[in-house]
């Protein structure tokens, strides 16, 4: 069993600050200008080769704006608004599902947004069978299909259609419990909402429940963050997510709506991510990486003990060897060697896939230095170490000399205590496991060598 956490209140003050959470490598940052025509000639290969498939579908609406999101997202009241958008996603699913082969099994679907729920039943009904008509969907329950649920915008019959469809795992929405902190972001939701949707999710057997949690936003306060928190756990769902919330108004407009003066200090910032790891492992979750906790017995946490723990853009997996198809307005794939992302304007999207054409417009191909690295990544971020000796096998080379420009940072990163640096292996340590982005950080290539966050705490 891995060790647990360590929580080293010195270290994560140390190196506090806002870093890449390596949802793929290189990161979205990275992409440039790409067309509609990359993309069909990686969708051709991946059908030669009978790779299997996970699909991401991004369904924007929501009926009113939370002031802290930063996703994608179209503010409307009106459900007729979703309608032409239906129509052009049903294009694009169409126009991609051609070039796959039927031997290509859809092991996982998530439906994300906005809030997918925002849809009508019948709409849901009609997108789940066009996309069984044209994708081979795993028609047993061992697939993960899962789907993001605002518990204000679901109740026992939205549930229980899910359900129907195929969806055996939900995630759930909830920044904070305390209702200063509600209105504070305009997000009104009940403790009683999110109570009844996990009820009916475990009375329809979904597999899997999470809830997700945000620390630092305005006028939350360690007390009311560790209520909040200690309400969760006594729901018992299997994954909770605790992430730092990011202010950054100047590229989301809807966090204008915030007072600078209203957020949390930094000491407060920590606080409350100190207790709520306290909280969680002491409850008996398990930290998995990255913002995520599981219980032991979750999927995910026996994938990691197992070493089957991946990553892409969904987050922690264990299908991280499909193919992964993104459709709908600003949706990422990542196919073979290539990334790429859909329009993130809804017009632009509407507009190329009404001509028949896919709203592909950036991304890149990674090479195989990308490759080397993003095994590096997925590595510690998935196992908390890194051996040595198989990647100079699969990629023939010498690991010291290829990394010769990282070793500096990973021997500081070996005297501050956060890893444990020998011959053939890095090992996160349990206190360093919060801060397991920083030793990825130190073989991103793309990352300014004025960045580097060790520079400082050098002596």
Known sequence: MLDAIRWDA?????????????????????????GSFDLLHAL??????????S??????FCASACYHCRRNKVITENRGRAQPYLER?????????????????????????????????????????????????????????????DPREADWPTMGLLRELGFNQVSICLPDLDPGVQRAINRVQTLEQTQTVIEAARTLQYRTIDVDLLYGLPLQTPEA??????????????????????????????????????????????????????????????YIGMDDFALPDDELAMAQE???????????TTHGHCDLIGLGVSATSQVGDLYCQNSSDVTAYQQSLGQDQLAT?????????????????????????LRFDELEKEYGIRFRSYFEQSWPALEQLAAEGVIQLKENLISILPAGRLLAHLVCMSFDRYIPEHSNPYSSCAN
């Not at 051709?44 to 498939?53: E, G, K, N």
């Not at 699909?55 to 924007?60: C, G």
């Not at 930094?266 to 398990?286: C, F, I, K, N, W």
């Open 89 to 149: 996603l049903a294009r694009e699913i169409e126009l991609t599902a051609c070039h796959l082969g039927a031997d290509q099994v859809v092991e996982q679907l998530h439906f994300g947004g906005g809030t997918p729920t925002f849809l009508g039943h019948d709409e849901l009904r009609r997108l789940m069978a066009h996309l069984r008509k044209h994708f081979t969907l795993q028609d047993d329950d061992h697939a993960d299909f899962s789907i993001e649920i």
């Open 55 to 60: 699909l991401y579908v991004h369904l924007p």
């Open 10 to 34: 010195d270290l994560i003050r140390r190196y506090d600050q806002a870093e890449p959470r390596y949802w793929s490598y290189p990161t979205a940052l990275q992409f440039g200008s790409l």
């Open 44 to 53: 051709r290969r991946s059908r030669q080769a009978s790779r299997p498939l």
């Open 361 to 385: 417009v950036r991304g890149m191909r990674c090479n195989e230095d990308d490759q080397i690295r993003r095994r590096i990544i997925q590595a510690l971020t998935c196992d908390f170490e």
């Open 225 to 286: 963050f560790a209520r909040t928190l200690d309400a969760i756990i006594a729901l018992q769902p299997d994954r909770i997510s605790v992430s730092g919330y990011d202010h950054l108004p100047e590229r989301h407009m809807a966090q204008r709506r915030i007072r600078q003066a209203d957020l949390p200090t930094p000491a407060d910032r920590l606080a409350m991510l100190q207790h709520g790891v306290e909280q969680l492992t002491r409850s008996g979750y398990r």
């Open 306 to 316: 197992d070493g089957r723990l991946q990553r892409n853009f969904q987050g922690y």
